[in-house]
């Protein structure tokens, strides 16, 4: 164990290729990074999408941090926005623990699974998959469609055991809305690889939750959203223990990004019926694309 | 107006998280103001963080020691290992609510959601008890 005063790292050797980024005073990077997750928070919120998915490819792009480092940063920027948002939307209906509790535990194992896999696996491998799975989630983006009151007919079994279903007020139109779930295994088994793919980015996961919630499952895309966040709360703390306990968090990384993205995100909520939300939305997707094509590139040695 | 009924369950969910979560949030953001205005000082220098955060974790650990499996708690007196008590906290802040809404699951017999509860929990505290962990 070494004193504050040694050297932690005295015989690292600094390349050339390092050599100017270590020149920059090290608040500059920081601050930084509370400056991109600040703008990051107000995009999001518009677009749609959770900070997790903007983060990890943005900044393991372009700011000097080890991948490790920055997808554990992630998982806690994904995580503070859910704890955020989630007491509020379970006390007004929009989340559903009987809805998130089953899937949650699924996901949670399956998230730990892949903090494992993504720690174990070699850096150039991690973001190869990171920039594939980027890119397929800008497809998801595009192609997958929002029904905002599914069509359910009957409930499957499980859903009936498990209790899915409830009611909600609908703001815009004032009236109760009754919803029920189907297709439950599916969800569960949809639930175990989002867990993975969260785990092992970094991303938190609400672009899939959403989908898988509101197109497999039929529930409401309110109740979707609502119970996503719920689900990522406790998806996103199994994940980041992970990280955690293998060293992969650093204090000066995760607590700009985690500050920055909320406050951004308190901005972005205020600014959402001014902005032009599909305007955002096409803004996010091209900085996804171009983050997903980095990451892909500099994983297969083609740049960065 | 219809007013649908919020599970009492879900209500006392949503006040624990709400107090644990803005709690580990505090935690973290005072802790993080504590390392950076130096106050107490890092285990790591703050000089040598633009060559530490280009290093894998397990590097890192390897030579720096103090980041991994629980090492950090017992060096709380460290600016930045203060840091990561409020990381563990925000991490963990859920266990606390789901404990709190078995009780209600019991009572009213519903023996399917307490134990999904408590299954939460147990895979929580297996993540933070750093029995599951790897290297490069």
């Not at chain 1, 703008?39 to 700011?63: C, D, E, K, R």
């Not at chain 2, 650990?61 to 990561?84: R, T, Y």
Request: proline share 5%.
């Amino acid at each position: 164990m070494l004193g504050s005063s040694t050297p932690v790292l005295a015989a690292a050797e600094v390349t050339g290729a390092e050599a100017p980024a270590a020149a920059i005073a090290w608040w500059i990077w920081p601050l930084g990074l509370f400056v991109v997750c600040f703008f990051l928070g107000i995009i999001a919120v518009p677009a749609g999408v959770g900070g997790g998915v903007l983060f990890v490819p943005l900044i393991s792009g372009f700011f000097p941090f080890h991948l490790d480092y920055v997808r554990g940063a992630g998982l806690l920027v994904a995580l503070s926005s859910a704890l955020a948002a989630g007491p509020s939307l379970l006390r007004i209906g929009l989340a559903n623990l009987r809805v998130g509790l089953p899937l949650a535990l699924i996901a949670s194992i399956s998230s730990m699974l892949g903090a494992l896999l993504g720690l174990a696996l070699p850096d150039s491998i991690v973001r190869i998959a990171l920039g594939v799975a980027i890119l397929g989630i800008v497809a998801v983006m595009i192609m997958a469609g929002k029904t905002e009151l599914p069509n359910v007919p009957a409930s499957d079994r499980w859903a009936q055991v498990l209790g899915m279903h409830g009611v909600f007020i609908d703001g815009a139109s004032g009236q109760a809305v009754h919803w029920r779930l189907h297709r439950t295994p599916q969800g569960l088994v949809l639930f175990f690889f989002i867990g993975i793919l969260a785990g092992m980015f970094g991303l938190g996961a609400g672009w899939a939750n959403v989908p898988a919630l509101n197109l497999v499952m039929g529930a409401p895309l309110k109740v979707a959203a609502g119970s996503s966040s719920f689900i990522l709360s406790l998806v996103d703390s199994s994940a980041a223990w992970i990280y955690l306990n293998n060293g992969a968090v650093l204090p000066v990384i995760a607590a700009p990004s985690v500050v920055g993205m909320m406050l951004g995100a308190k901005i972005g909520a205020r600014l959402l019926s001014v902005l032009k939300a599909s305007l955002i939305r096409q803004l996010v997707i091209a900085m996804l694309l171009f983050a997903g094509g980095r990451a892909l590139m500099v994983g297969l040695g083609l740049g960065g | 107006m219809d007013t649908p009924e919020i599970a009492p369950e879900q209500i006392r969910y949503a006040e624990w998280l709400r107090w644990s979560g803005w709690f580990g949030l505090a935690l973290l953001v005072g802790a993080f103001l504590v390392y950076v205005t130096g106050v107490l000082l890092p285990h790591v220098p703050v000089d040598e963080l633009p060559r530490v955060w280009k290093l894998a974790s397990s590097e890192l650990a390897a030579l720096a020691g103090g980041h991994a499996h629980w090492e950090w708690a017992l060096l709380l007196h460290k600016g930045d290992m203060l840091s990561l008590l409020g990381i563990a906290v925000l991490s963990g802040c859920s266990a606390l609510p789901l404990l709190a809404v078995t009780d209600i699951y019991l009572r009213r017999g519903d023996r399917l959601f307490a134990a999904l509860c408590l299954l939460q929990v147990a895979v929580l505290v297996l993540a933070a008890s750093g029995l599951v962990a790897v290297g490069h």
